[in-house]
Structure formats: C-alpha cells, structure tokens
C-alpha cells in the first residue's frame, strides 16, 4: 500500500510517500480501506516532534480518516465488511488502509459523504462538546471564537449559531472572516487590522457569554477581556505556537471561569448527548464543514505546510481511494 512517512523529525518537507506492506490485522481490530484523511495541527506538531507526546520515527503521520470496513479479526468488533466509518487516533491515517480498535471507530450516517465525515470528526466533535459541556452555550448567548477559519474554529462558529447564540468570528484574513460570516457568525473581526480588544468592545459591547480559543498566543488576553463578569473562557489548543500567560486578578475581578478542553474530561452522559446532537446535525445537512482544500496522498508534505502556516480555510483533506461514495468536495 501507499503511505506517507515521516521518516525523522523536521518541517513538513520531510514526509515523502512510500510503498509499505498492509498493516497486520491484530486480534479485536479492524482494517479500514481509507477514502479521506484530515490534516490537523497536531500532525504538523508530530512531525516536527513538537507535541505533548513524542512518536517514534519512521511513522505514518495522520489522525483522522474516512473509509470502508474491509476485514474483521474473528472476534465481535460490532463493524461489519462494507460498513462505512470515521476514525481517529495518533497516528496512520495518511495510508491507503489503516488497522484499528473499534473503540476509535464512529458510523458514517446514511446520506453522509465520506469526505464530509473525514473533514467533521475531531475540529467539529471538539467544538461540539467545548460549546456545550465547557462553555455552556444556550440560545441567544454572545459567543466569541477566534481562530475562527481553522478546522476547530469555524466548526465552532458553524455549531454556536446552529445553537441559536451570537457569534463574533476573529481570524487573520478576509477570506477566512467570509467563509465564517457565510457558516453562521453576527459578526466578524480581523485581528491584524487594529486593536483587538477595542474591536471586541464594539462587536460585544455588553460582554461575551463565552470564547473559544484553538489559538492562544497574543489573542487570548484581548478575548478574555471581553467576558462579560462570569464568563466562561475556554482554552482547546495553541495554533499560534504561543502558550498564552493571562494575568489572574482579570479572572478574579470578574469572576471568570477558565477551562481547558479535554474529551476525558466532559461526563459520559453529556458525551453521549453531545455526540448524538452532532450526528444528528450532520445527517441532516444544517451542518456542513468546510473543506478548504483538498490534495492527493503524492501532496501531503503541502497539505501538512498548508496548514503548519495558517492558510487553511476550515479542514484540509487527502484523498487516498474512493468507496463509491465520494462526491466532487463541496
């Protein structure tokens, strides 16, 4: 099979396609023929050995793909040969078939093209439960999102309004602010135009109920400013390369509550709603991700630059194969 290695740390450039064997099907795994695989910023931050958590090289970069059950060990996995699925894990979603647990593996509702699965699972599954069981978002809430043309980003202004709230979208470009005004945000604000914070004062003049930050860096302190007293701050990643230093007495003056989004740490029961809701907006179409680019398996050292420098707008994905039911990306 074809697959993308990362044969030593380094920028993007270092990821080259090889011809390696199939993965080996081990016990209680199943093998997924890919269709799709979305590029996140943690696959840059691997490659480079810059992440949380460091993997051995030569690796298969990738953390979230799109495909077709093709084998099942002899052991129930609940996944049957032909069953369309997403999944998520470490590493190994840039191959043309990957072996995974069942555990890692969510059904692709009927009506959902693969593509569309690929470029929805971990940007519009971490918005979804940041916004619901971390920031608390209701109908009607003034809700600030920066970042908001990455894959984490504009999920979370595309979720926010679908929950009925107010949203004021920050990026760092014109394209991006219009494909969030066009997913659902009130209002839209360029970062590199001018003072943040006054700009926030003015598109939220009462205060923001809460803010999304996949960021961090030099936004974050304007964005906390702009809570309203109780405000909840929500912090998901460090786009910007930045571990953003806030100062306290802001949180101890107006009360604020500062979270940090984790999937282990949102309770079982709100999982399940969360991850319901989610299906449930996808199979109906009023949520629709945006796929910013798309690129074949021979381009995955631009599609990992392409997002290593920001210029992605929503989700970038790779093409590996199709399961007869990928359509022209949207």
Same mark, same amino acid.
């Given at each position: 099979?074809?697959?993308?290695?990362?044969?030593? =740390?380094?920028?993007?450039?270092?990821?080259?396609?090889?011809?390696?064997?199939?993965?080996?099907?081990?016990?209680?795994?199943?093998?997924?023929?890919? @269709?799709?695989? $979305?590029?996140? =910023?943690?696959?840059?931050?691997?490659? $480079?050995?810059?992440?949380?958590?460091?993997?051995?090289?030569?690796?298969?970069?990738?953390?979230?793909?799109? #495909?077709?059950?093709? +084998?099942?060990?002899?052991?129930?996995?609940?996944? $049957?040969?032909?069953?369309?699925? @997403? #999944?998520?894990?470490?590493?190994?979603?840039?191959?043309?078939?990957?072996?995974?647990?069942?555990?890692?593996?969510?059904?692709?509702?009927?009506?959902?093209?693969?593509?569309?699965?690929?470029?929805?699972?971990?940007?519009?599954?971490?918005?979804?439960?940041?916004?619901?069981?971390?920031?608390?978002?209701?109908?009607?809430?003034?809700?600030?999102?920066?970042?908001?043309?990455?894959?984490? #980003?504009?999920?979370?202004?595309?979720?926010?309004?679908?929950?009925?709230?107010?949203?004021?979208?920050?990026?760092?470009?014109?394209?991006?602010?219009?494909?969030?005004?066009?997913?659902?945000?009130?209002?839209?604000?360029?970062?590199?135009?001018?003072?943040?914070?006054?700009?926030?004062? +003015?598109?939220?003049?009462?205060?923001?109920?809460?803010?999304?930050?996949?960021?961090?860096?030099?936004?974050?302190?304007?964005?906390?400013?702009?809570?309203?007293?109780?405000?909840?701050?929500?912090?998901?990643? =460090? $786009?910007?390369?930045?571990?953003?230093?806030?100062?306290?007495?802001?949180?101890?003056?107006?009360?604020?509550?500062?979270?940090?989004?984790?999937?282990?740490?949102?309770?079982?029961?709100?999982?399940?709603?969360?991850?319901?809701?989610?299906? #449930?907006?996808?199979?109906?179409?009023?949520?629709?991700?945006?796929?910013?680019?798309?690129?074949?398996?021979?381009?995955?050292? @631009?599609?990992?630059?392409?997002?290593?420098?920001?210029?992605?707008?929503?989700?970038?994905?790779?093409?590996?194969?199709?399961?007869?039911?990928?359509?022209?990306?949207?």
């Amino acid at each position: 099979m074809k697959a993308a290695v990362c044969p030593r =740390y380094g920028p993007p450039e270092v990821v080259r396609v090889e011809e390696l064997p199939p993965p080996a099907l081990q016990p209680g795994q199943v093998r997924v023929r890919v @269709t799709a695989a $979305a590029v996140n =910023y943690p696959d840059v931050l691997l490659v $480079a050995d810059r992440y949380q958590v460091q993997v051995p090289v030569p690796f298969v970069p990738g953390s979230e793909f799109a #495909g077709m059950v093709t +084998e099942t060990s002899g052991t129930r996995t609940g996944f $049957a040969i032909g069953d369309r699925v @997403t #999944g998520s894990g470490m590493f190994g979603a840039f191959a043309q078939e990957v072996c995974i647990s069942p555990g890692s593996l969510t059904q692709i509702p009927d009506g959902v093209d693969a593509r569309i699965a690929a470029a929805s699972g971990v940007a519009h599954r971490t918005a979804c439960h940041a916004l619901r069981s971390m920031a608390r978002v209701h109908a009607g809430d003034d809700v600030v999102v920066l970042g908001a043309g990455g894959g984490v #980003g504009l999920a979370a202004v595309q979720l926010a309004a679908a929950m009925g709230a107010r949203v004021t979208a920050v990026a760092s470009s014109d394209e991006k602010l219009y494909v969030a005004q066009r997913s659902g945000a009130s209002a839209v604000v360029n970062h590199r135009s001018g003072d943040l914070r006054a700009a926030l004062r +003015e598109a939220v003049p009462d205060g923001a109920h809460a803010v999304i930050d996949p960021v961090g860096g030099e936004l974050s302190e304007p964005a906390l400013r702009s809570l309203r007293r109780g405000g909840r701050f929500v912090t998901v990643g =460090y $786009a910007s390369g930045v571990i953003p230093r806030i100062p306290l007495n802001l949180v101890l003056v107006k009360g604020i509550h500062v979270l940090g989004f984790q999937f282990q740490d949102v309770p079982s029961e709100e999982f399940a709603r969360n991850e319901a809701e989610l299906r #449930g907006l996808l199979a109906s179409g009023t949520i629709v991700p945006h796929v910013g680019a798309v690129y074949p398996l021979s381009e995955v050292a @631009t599609a990992l630059r392409t997002v290593a420098d920001g210029r992605a707008v929503g989700k970038v994905l790779i093409v590996l194969s199709t399961d007869g039911s990928a359509h022209a990306t949207p």
